[in-house]
């Protein structure tokens, strides 16, 4: 395992899919754990499903996930151009050489005439397919209709001979000549190639040496290997990454829910908790630890722990990933990302300041249980940083009491708010519980008009560290104005 060469070879149709950000976290994984390299390789041969849009997602979207490449169109290195469209001379020698090595013929073939066989096959219950009527044109032939400008494809000549390879994962592959389509297409009318001579050309010359890909290219790999032996280059190794599927049993789609890393980014899903279990979904470091930073994993992959049997998205152990990822921050680190967030929000001022650093520290600990993702941080905290909307009179009101409760359980509150921003919260705590106490109230419904008239809601963080984190002053002006609407 010297010199490992692997490549994430996207085609830029539309946001990057999950599967995909999977694919180039295995190839990267491989390239970090054996010191090779890795890198990208923008795969645009099909024009007319070509999303400018869908490179920048990509770009954007492998660097938030924390996966750097060594190469590619936008750092260049020895092996380039890294984008397809930008290689087709080197596809059309490939196809030129395979026919004059007798591996490959042009096709006149309208797709009219195509059309019409395929109708007829259909018609006559016969297996579709080419039906080879250009492989027996002359070479001559083929050049005079070639010069007169004829539009034609170039299909490799697809022999009976049963072929056989390797897949690193799944042992040995066989298949019969005759399981294999008739003469595919290695060269399209518009001098594109297809997926087929593009990967064998790009993957030879590009030095590749493992081919980490997706499952539904398995069909096609003995056509792959039989082009890479009709060349004369050697076969990089094959590893065809078992599939992702929904709890159903079905392949991974939108009826599951969020399939494009960019959905799992919007939903405040973190790259390192998205990352480690995505690393799962396919692999694992044997035993029971599910939790591995970047770094670790660039330490501990390997081949032989990917599974051969699909892998199941579950997106509610995600959410625990995520959750127990934002647990795993220290107290600085969550008020940072929380500061994030509100700025986001546009809660606060960025850069933040001191106050609002100050607030964000005593928020953190508070909310740090409460968060499974931290786009919901700017709803926790936004009665911390701006005055929420004041709650109906109804919602000041605990269960079994009347306005006047309420009324009276503010007014006894008050005045030991003086003073709380020089006390801690606990301090103001005992205050509070001693007074519930002599007023005989449990301190849950004495808790209840303050917390409304405080945040604005029924359900917030523990509110003594709130109230600190809002202030005296704040904190006295929002009870004194739940009071008036109380008693007027
Ligand atoms: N462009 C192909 C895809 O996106 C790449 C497959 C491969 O890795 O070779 O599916």
Redesign the pocket.
């Known amino acids: 395992m010297n010199n490992v060469r692997v ?5 830029p149709t539309g946001l990057q899919h999950i599967g ?1 950000l999977r ?1 180039a976290l295995f190839n990267y994984l491989l390239a970090r754990a054996y010191g090779g390299q890795f890198y990208l390789r923008i ?1 645009d041969t099909d024009q007319t499903r070509y999303n400018p849009e869908a490179v920048d997602d990509l770009y954007d979207t492998l660097r938030w996930a924390g996966l750097d490449w060594d190469e590619g169109p936008d750092r260049g290195g020895p092996f380039g151009p890294y984008i397809q469209s930008q290689r087709l001379e080197l596809y059309r020698e490939t196809a030129e050489r395979l026919i004059a090595e007798g591996h490959a013929y042009r096709c006149f073939c309208t797709p009219e005439r195509l059309t019409e066989l395929r109708t007829w096959q259909e018609q006559q219950h016969l297996p579709s397919g080419y039906d080879r009527r250009c492989r027996s044109l002359s070479p001559d032939e083929a050049q005079k209709l070639a010069r007169e400008g004829n539009p034609y494809v170039i299909r490799f000549i697809q022999t009976e001979a049963p072929v056989a390879f390797e897949d690193e994962i799944l042992g040995k592959i066989e298949k019969a000549g005759t399981d294999l389509p008739i003469d595919p297409v290695l060269l399209k009318s518009d001098g594109y190639p297809t ?1 087929h001579l593009a ?1 064998v050309t790009d993957d030879h010359l590009m030095q590749t040496t493992h ?4 499952q ?2 398995l069909p096609s790999a003995p056509l792959h290997v039989q082009l890479f032996d009709a060349l004369g280059w050697p076969r990089p190794k094959y590893v065809h990454l078992p599939l992702i599927l929904g709890s159903d049993g079905q392949k991974l789609s939108k009826r599951h829910g969020a399939t494009s890393v960019r959905q799992f980014k919007e939903s405040g899903y973190l790259p390192a908790a998205l990352v480690n279990y995505l690393a799962l979904l396919g692999w694992s470091a044997g035993g029971d630890r599910e939790f591995f930073t970047l770094a670790e994993l660039e330490k501990l992959f390997s081949l032989d722990r990917l599974n051969k049997s699909p892998g199941v998205f579950d997106y509610k152990k995600l959410e625990h990933f995520n959750a127990t990822y934002l647990r795993g921050f220290s107290e600085p680190e969550l008020a940072a990302l929380l500061l994030e967030e509100a700025s986001k929000a546009g809660l606060t001022s960025t850069p933040a300041t001191e106050a609002e650093k100050r607030q964000a520290e005593l928020m953190a600990p508070l909310v740090r249980e409460r968060l499974t993702f931290l786009n919901e941080a700017p709803g926790m905290l936004r009665f911390v940083f701006a005055e929420p909307t004041p709650a109906p009179v109804a919602d000041l009101i605990p269960k079994k009491g009347t306005a006047e409760t309420a009324a009276s359980i503010l007014a006894a509150v008050i005045p030991l708010v003086s003073g709380s921003d020089e006390r801690t919260s606990e301090a103001t705590e005992e205050l509070f519980r001693a007074k519930a106490e002599e007023l005989g109230l449990k301190l849950g419904d004495f808790m209840h008009p303050v917390r409304v008239a405080v945040s604005g809601s029924k359900v917030s963080p523990p509110m003594f560290g709130s109230m600190k984190a809002v202030g005296e002053a704040r904190v006295k002006a929002r009870l004194e104005a739940a009071w008036r609407l109380l008693t007027n």
């Not at 490549?7 to 085609?11: K, L």
């Not at 081919?211 to 997706?214: E, K, Y």
């Open positions: 490549r994430y070879a996207p085609s995909g694919t795969e997926y990967h081919v980490l890909r997706a539904e290219w």
